[in-house]
């Protein structure tokens, strides 16, 4: 099972890691919010982690190629590398046939991204509360516009739901949210994130898309005044991330969720969830000595692997998915766990 992505001094193949969970990846509208500059020196010349980062390129054709066909760029550390690493990093995302959303060069490209999909037009919306004050990096006649950002408050969040009412002037007929937001490492968001959220879904929005807290957090159905349910959903967790190596490493920060959706138009003439489920995921960091890379990493359906010890390295790593699964359900319920056939 040893799988590295590294395949010579500057080229790497990231497809292994995902080879157990990308049949899970098979919707027709699939995000996914990419958390960092990629390949900005080109070539992947002077690659870094944390806390200013600049992933390999190949990252974007692995999370392409396992089925994601959205991309957000708005999120804290969009400018770890200046304007040239935001330049370059776009770049980038065009140069693998991606569509992105979130953040502009110009300022007439347009807020939000709008598809038609089996007759119904949806409408995509990205920001961020927070850019680690990495601002000054970007020429001040771009920071008005480079990134969709709003204040973490109610009357900043009035800004996105302005975006929404444009949105659906463009077209839109089901709009999802997706917001870089709230407190790192906690389990439930704040009372500011959920009146925020619900008044999101008030002013149209009909999911909400939530990340930044690196560990799962709750989903909550809210019914607006107009009779539609939105989805809040809170933070997804890290869907493919390695923070083991912190000060004090925090094991939840592996377990994260994929959430699927089923969007359908009903009687009224007008879009609504059908039904919705969630995935556990477990981002499974191992060892193998016989390496001299030694770390290795696998994208896991957590479920699929609860009766599977033979997979893993040791009986402690087969105990970590069990924890990963359990950790998950604990959270966001099981009324709407998928269950694997």
């Known amino acids: 099972m040893t799988r590295t992505a590294h395949v010579d001094a500057d080229r790497y193949d990231f497809h292994p890691y995902f080879t157990e969970f990308s049949k899970y990846v098979n919707g027709d509208l699939t995000i996914v919010n990419i958390e960092m500059p990629i390949d900005v020196f080109d070539d992947n010349r002077n690659l870094s982690s ?18 994601f066909n959205l991309f957000i760029n708005a999120n804290n550390h ?24 979130g ?21 995509v919306i990205a920001y961020t509360d927070s850019l680690n004050g990495l601002d000054y990096l970007v020429p001040q006649d ?15 969040a009035k800004r996105i739901a302005g975006d929404i009412a444009r949105c659906r002037e463009a077209g839109a007929e089901f709009v ?16 500011t994130q959920k009146q925020i959220a619900r008044m999101l879904v008030e002013n149209g929005a009909d999911i909400i898309m939530g990340n930044h807290s690196h560990c799962v957090q709750p989903i909550e159905e809210h019914t ?50 059908i039904n919705w489920h969630y995935i556990p995921t477990f981002v499974y960091r191992y060892a ?41 359900v604990d959270i966001v319920g099981e009324d709407h766990l998928y269950a694997p056939s």
């Open 50 to 67: 944390y806390p200013l980062f600049n992933a390999p390129y190949e990252i974007l054709d692995a999370v392409r190629d396992m089925g």
């Open 78 to 101: 969009t400018f770890d590398k200046g304007w040239d690493g935001f330049v370059a990093t776009r770049a980038n995302f065009d140069r693998a046939g991606v569509v992105h959303t």
């Open 288 to 328: 193998d000595n016989s390496s001299a890379t030694g770390v290795y990493y696998a994208l896991l359906s957590s479920a699929d692997f609860l009766d599977n010890e033979g997979f893993f390295v040791s009986a402690s790593d087969f105990a970590r998915n069990r924890e990963a699964y359990e950790h998950v």
């Open 103 to 123: 953040t502009a060069e110009t300022e007439d490209e347009e807020r939000f991204y709008l598809r038609e999909i089996n007759g119904i037009t949806f409408g």
């Open 142 to 156: 771009k920071r008005g516009f480079a990134v969709n950002v709003f204040s973490h408050s109610l009357e900043g």
């Open 224 to 273: 607006a005044e107009d009779g539609r349910t939105g989805l809040i959903i809170y933070s997804l967790g890290n869907f493919f991330a390695d923070q083991n190596d912190m000060q004090v490493p925090i094991r939840k920060t592996q377990y994260a969720m994929l959430v699927s959706v089923t969007v359908e138009r009903a009687e009224s003439g007008k879009p609504e969830i």
């Open 176 to 191: 999802v949210v997706s917001l870089h937001w709230g407190v790192e490492y906690v389990n439930n968001p704040s009372e």
